[in-house]
């Protein structure tokens, strides 16, 4: 769980970096987040939770900690958390990416001490392309199904993902449909200046999918829900799909690798940008990054209590 | 029509090479898709490339072009990234060939090139050179190669070249762009053939007599038996035979010698100089189908000691009389040149027996007789002598069938002993590979001794549904208590039932017992781990098999297994 509590002064304080379910857990009060996360946030969580949402860059003092958020460029709101208490810095990266992506605040170095990294894709095979090719890619698949008369199903992550795949296409190709949980977040993004193409309910349709594009949470890939598009090429797009086992696995006709997270070279990148003399990894398989760390003379290991990570969210 | 219209299509298409086909068809999931995707890149595709593809494809490789610790310790200078943190990438992606791409990335500005090229002049020179030439011309074949470049030439270097694209797969496609029957394809591509020479036009050409000359037919597969052998109908019909437990080869005789083919297509005649000297005495223009089986003077020995004379190419006088080998013959497919395989099996049968009756005694070539019976109940009493008698079962092959290419269902079915079985816990777990990358899937058992000490005796990948994977993998991530390189270790707490078809001692185990083709038969979630088998047990089944073969299985003066 990457959402910080800080004991001081009697105070405990949720301060939740991102909106994503295995970061934002339901059953704390009075929850900090970035302007933009507090929306998503309550869409997640509900309308009635007790939420304030903090403005990049603002410092508040709890108890004797000095915090603030700032951009971590992973999707719409998502931050990292700088706490300063007594003139040192700690940084809690959630997660991230330096990687330039349309639909999100831009990711911002922040010097710190000690620096909370997510290690999801802490491997050198993971490396990203930008981010046009892929949606690119995308758009062929999807111009290729049009001419085969199949329907394309393209499967992303609800909150984040979908919205950044939504953003990409090239509504020339064809009529785009999302899944019904995908919806309640692009007013959302809307309201911070991400355009979309316009996007149908599956139930607004026609009842013929041949040469649509239809995002659906990977959740819903084996259910019911997504026979009703018949034949259609199933893509999914993560940083997982780097790696074709990962695609194999889900009998996935293609993978577009788009991950939200920073792939190897950015994270040794805001490692480094970051000066911090120490560096704790989390969420993900990390001793291979804190390994090969410590070989060039840094202070990283595993932050205790992280576990191995298999989704992306 | 409809298919001119595709062929119309892919004139029109840019030219796409073999990197482009190797990403379409590991991208496919349908078997129809990739066939298309074959026949649309050999119609287009310039010859001397369709003709290394083919050769590719039916599953051959250039052996020894570099040694896979040399490949990793060459990408590690080029990457910049140690060698620890490539096995731990090679770990995770579970391809050596796949890590190695994603690691080197590629030229992006390269040109395209062609996969005559890639074989001509990188993958033969590299073969052929010495270590420090062969690190230099990887480098500059890295140079020379685009991103999407890497993982098919990588696939090449390395050897594992699994797209899933099947023989027969392979094969209906080249029947297609040729308009020939995809048997004649089959036997076209079996065997030895060296693709640089051969034209891809003798592959899907016209039929030309030359064509059968030494090279394998495809061999006839048997289904397993999985309904009452009664549904088979009366047994008059039926041929019953002893499943050999040896190696499957076809034994092909020419006017300037014989050859020795195994059903992956190895010419393997070297290893057994003593079948081949039986050429002179035999028949020219001749095929058949049989068994190598390990034979010594006591009769037929397992499986295990067959394995000291494969991959041994001429071997010594000392090992050649220490482990003698027989071809236990069960079909004829060919016949002075003709060729035999649709006649009738029972014909088929009369015309091997005469044959052989002509050889003179003592010859390591031998008939293999049917087990006669006169109904289902009795024949499936015999079959339960299938342990004591080193074999596997019964093999079933219907009196009037031809000899098919490949599985055809009703005509030849193996009629396997049950396995035997044993409950052992999971004690660890390594990631698997391919499509099971990233996902622990395969597992180190254990039994537990006298002492009741957990003591590894098998490990096993197969046998479990999607669902349970995931499941067990979730487990596994849950109980890891150590790591020892890519094994983990895992807090025991998983029961299999563990099927093997058979058990021996062995030196080289920690255990003292070896087993053979050890697989999951299902999860026994309502055990615990101190409720699985005994090493004891297992030590028994070894004992048993090796005091049956002392006892000495019968046999008559010339070495012949007697069957009752």
Known sequence: MAFLSILGGGWIKPLVTHAHSDHARPGHGNYLVSESCLPLLKLRLGQDIRAEGIAYGKVCKIGDAHVSFHPAGHILGSSQIRVEVGGRVWVVSGDYKPQPDQSCEAFELVKCDVFVSECTFGLPVYRWQEEEIIHQQINAWWQENVEAGRPSMLFAYSLGKAQRVLRGLDSSIGPIFAHGAVHPFLPVYEKCGVQFPRVQKPKEGSGEWAGSMIVAPPAVEDAGWTRRFKGASRGFASGWMAVRGARRRRNLDRGFVLSDHADWSGLLEVIKGTGAECIKLTHGNGEPLARYLQERGVDASMLDGSGERTGEE | MARESVREKSRGEKMKGFSELFHDLDEMTKTGERIARMVNYFEQAPEKDASWASWFLAGNRIKGVVKTGELREWASQRSGWPVWLIDECYERVGDLAETLSLLIGGNKKADPISLSKVVEEILLPLAHADRSEKAEALKRAWDRLRPMDLLPFHKLLTGGFRIGV???????????????????????????????????????????????????????????????????????????????????????????????????????????????????????????????????????????????????????????????????AYDLLKMEGVDMRTLPFLDRRKRLESMLAELPGGFPLQLSMPVESTDWE???????????????????????????????????????????????????????????????????????????????????????????????????????????????????????????????????????????????????????????????????????????????????????????
């Open chain 2, 166 to 328: 099947s023989r027969g797969n392979l094969c209906k496609a080249l029947a297609e762009v040729g308009q020939v029957d995809p048997a004649i394809i089959a036997q076209r591509i079996s065997g030895d053939w060296d693709p640089g020479i051969r034209k891809f036009e003798q592959i899907v050409g016209d039929e030309r007599p030359e064509d059968s000359w030494c090279r394998p037919f495809p061999f006839c597969l048997a289904s397993p038996l999985q309904e009452e052998p009664s549904s088979l109908g009366d047994l008059k019909d039926w041929w019953a035979e002893w499943k050999w437990d040896g190696i499957r080869c076809q034994f092909l005789n020419e006017e300037n010698g014989g050859m020795l083919w195994t059903r992956g297509d190895e010419s393997v005649g070297e290893s057994f100089p003593e079948l081949l000297n039986l050429s002179p005495h035999l028949p020219t223009g001749l095929a058949i189908d049989g068994e190598i089986l390990a034979w010594g003077p006591e009769g037929m020995r397992p499986f295990s000691r067959l394995q000291k004379r494969l991959g041994r190419k001429e071997p010594g006088p000392s090992v050649l009389k220490k482990e003698p080998v027989r071809f236990m």
């Open chain 2, 378 to 564: 009795k024949l499936a009493r015999q079959r339960e002598e299938s342990r004591d008698r080193g074999v596997e079962g019964l093999m079933l092959k219907r009196a009037d069938s031809i000899y098919s290419s490949g599985r055809v269902k009703g005509d030849w079915y193996k009629w396997k002993v049950d396995p035997y079985v044993a409950d052992m816990v999971v004690v660890g777990a390594q990631l698997g590979h391919g499509k099971r990358a990233n996902i622990y899937s395969d597992y180190t058992l254990a039994v537990l001794d006298q002492q009741g000490e957990l003591v590894t005796v098998a490990k096993a990948y197969s046998g479990l549904s999607d669902a349970e994977l995931k499941e067990v993998d979730r487990y596994v991530r849950k109980n890891i208590t150590g790591k020892f390189g890519p094994v983990r270790s895992v807090r025991p707490g998983i029961v299999f039932e563990i099927a093997f078809e058979g058990a021996r001692s062995s030196g080289r185990h920690k255990s003292g017992v070896a087993l053979r083709f050890p697989r999951i038969q299902r999860w026994r979630q309502d055990k615990k781990p101190d409720e699985v088998d005994t090493l004891e047990n297992l030590l028994g089944y070894a004992q048993m098999g090796e005091r049956v073969r002392e006892d000495g299985t019968k046999t008559d003066d010339a070495g012949n297994l007697l069957l009752f």
